[in-house]
C-alpha cells in the first residue's frame, strides 16, 4: 500500500506564489520519478514538471522560469515552487509517483490552487 498526499495549495493573488508539497509513504521502496499535473475544470490532466531520480528535470512551456520542482530522496518528498503565478494557472494540482522497481504509478487525491484577485 502506498500513499501519496499533496499539501499547500490555497488562494493566492496574481503575481503571488505558492509551495506544493507531496509526500510518498508506505511500501515504497525506490521512486524513479516524482511529478507534477494540474486539472482545470473543462480540460484535460497537464503535465506540469517532472524530476527523475538523478534530479534531472522537465517543465511545460508554460510553467517554465517561474516554477521550480524539487525532491528531497531521503524523505520521498517533492515540492512545486511556484512563482508569478497567473489565473490561468488555477487548477487541481496532482502528484505522481513512479515506483522504481516496478514502475508503479501512484496518485495523490490533488490540491487546489486558484489565482484570483
Known amino acids: 500500500q502506498v500513499q501519496v498526499v499533496e499539501s499547500g495549495g490555497g488562494l493566492v493573488q496574481p503575481g503571488g506564489s505558492l509551495t506544493l508539497s507531496c509526500a510518498a509513504s508506505g511500501s515504497i521502496f525506490s521512486i524513479y520519478a516524482m511529478a507534477w499535473y494540474r486539472q482545470a475544470p473543462g480540460k484535460q490532466r497537464e503535465l506540469v514538471a517532472h524530476?527523475?531520480?538523478?534530479?534531472?528535470?522537465n517543465y511545460a512551456d508554460s510553467v517554465k522560469g517561474r516554477f521550480t520542482i524539487s525532491r528531497d530522496n531521503a524523505k520521498n518528498m517533492v515540492y512545486l515552487q511556484m512563482n508569478s503565478l497567473k489565473p490561468e494557472d488555477t487548477a487541481v494540482y496532482y502528484c505522481?509517483?513512479?515506483?522504481?522497481?516496478?514502475?508503479?504509478?501512484?496518485w495523490g487525491q490533488g490540491t487546489q490552487v486558484t489565482v484570483s484577485s
Open positions: 505522481k509517483v513512479v515506483q522504481g522497481s516496478t514502475l508503479s504509478i501512484y
Open positions: 524530476i527523475i531520480r538523478d534530479g534531472s528535470t
